[in-house]
């Protein structure tokens, strides 16, 4: 009898589906890539065709220009080989997906990166029983517990407000991290302009086209320093310290990132506001995803996998370390 989920091969540079001649998240061209999302850690150009939700191939296409692209709607089921595919939100980003792969009765689901907490940005997780559950485990430690996001923008209007001589400079990744920061702001109340790098127009351009309503935006190079004093501006982690942000009114530097938890990491980029705002599953999110989908093995795919892997032996889950290269991005 054939090992459980013996057509699926882990490689380094991604995930070979044998039955379907594809790759998941391949970290080099291939001549079929089935994609989660659109961070660049897992969406890359150069491939032959591309399956993902039609969202993932618009932020593809402004990336990396138009793709050879087949759209799969949330819980839409195709044939690629002899292997039925369907893709349900995973709650990372816009258009983020888990993958289901489903072959001879036997059903794996790939994650991606994902989270269970609500989004304004993105469709929620969807728990979908498995047999092989594969996760990522970026904050797969005990000691990542993401606060309540509607705090941590609370923090954010407070220093705002408490220095209106000053304006806040944000640190945030420009796909997913930045739009969410923003439509956070205007859920708290923040109908303000909210000012942006130039790194970050296009892909509010595309997420307000795709449905996803951001306010009034304006591009902050060239505008004058009263201007933006008691004003939010977001910009990619970046130009937290660069040459571009000294433009600005003595800004105060935060960041918006699961990693803010770690103080070090703050001071390292001299961030005076740290905000833990993550678009990836924290410890307990992980843990109780596994309960939730009840597979019978767990892979995993980077991140903190031995404390993952060793909290699933002990619950009795067969669980293996994929040690997977160049999925991790350190401004999550």
Known sequence: MARLGSWIEPHPEGIYVRPADAWVDPSQPQARALVTHGHADHARGGHG?????????AIMGVRYGEQ????????????????????????????????ILDYRGERMVVSGDYKRRPDPTCAPFVVTPCDIFI????????????P???????????????????????????????????????GRGHDDPIYYHGAMERLCQLYEALGVSLGELRPATGVAKDELKGRIVICPPGALNDRWSRRLPDPVTA?????????????QRNVELPLIISDHADWDELTQTI??????EVWITHGREEALKHWCMTHQIKARELNLIGYEDEDD
């Open 49 to 57: 065709e591309v399956w993902a939700t039609a969202e993932t191939l």
């Open 148 to 186: 309540d996001t509607g705090g941590e923008i609370d923090r954010l209007l407070h220093r705002l407000h408490s220095d209106p001589e000053r304006c806040v400079l944000v640190g945030a990744y420009a796909l997913g991290k930045a739009q969410r920061v923003i439509a956070e702001l205007r």
């Open 291 to 296: 309960r939730d989908v009840a597979p019978t």
């Open 135 to 146: 996760t990522e485990a970026t904050f797969g430690l005990p000691v990542f517990r993401h």
């Open 255 to 267: 960041m918006a990132s699961g990693w803010m938890r770690i103080r070090q990491r703050a001071r």
């Open 68 to 99: 050879q692209g087949h759209a799969v709607a949330y819980g839409e089921s195709v044939k690629v080989g002899e292997v039925e595919i369907g893709f349900v939100p995973a709650g990372h980003v816009l258009g983020s997906a888990q993958i």
